[in-house]
Nanobody, 125 residues
Framework: QVQLVESGGGLVQPGGSLRLSCVVS????????MAWYRQAPGKEREVVAAISTTGDRTNYADSVKGRFTISRDNAKNTVYLQMNSLKPEDTALYYCNPAKAASIVTMSLVPTDYWGQGTQVTVSS
């Protein structure tokens, strides 16, 4: 049984930082590119960051470039998202997802059907 458990979200003031974690079990983590998605109320889910299987390639949505950093630890089956200089528009439910296929360079991802419960990030003063 595949499980994804996201954590690390919370309430933070604008300009603050958070580090999200996603622990994956029940599949071969190291063979999957990984991505972080977010969904704000009333908006469609969007991909914010992606990372290759070995972690040597990463890419980001334009809205978070220079502020967010994705990384992974294959020994721990965990993917991370370091979020700095947070803005109110970053407020959303954040999810990780193992990709079926991905082009990190173009941020073209085919998500699997495996989703966790997400972790809520709220940026507000």
């Amino acid at each position: 049984q595949v499980q994804l458990v996201e954590s690390g979200g919370g309430l933070v003031q604008p300009g603050g930082s958070l580090r999200l974690s996603c622990v994956v079990s029940g599949l071969s983590f190291s063979i999957h590119p990984m991505a972080w998605y977010r969904q704000a109320p009333g908006k469609e889910r969007e991909v914010v960051a992606a990372i290759s299987t070995t972690g040597d390639r990463t890419n980001y949505a334009d809205s978070v470039k220079g502020r967010f950093t994705i990384s992974r630890d294959n020994a721990k089956n965990t993917v991370y998202l370091q979020m700095n200089s947070l803005k109110p528009e970053d407020t959303a439910l954040y999810y990780c997802n193992p990709a079926k296929a991905a082009s990190i360079v173009t941020m073209s991802l085919v998500p699997t059907d495996y989703w966790g419960q997400g972790t809520q990030v709220t940026v507000s003063s």
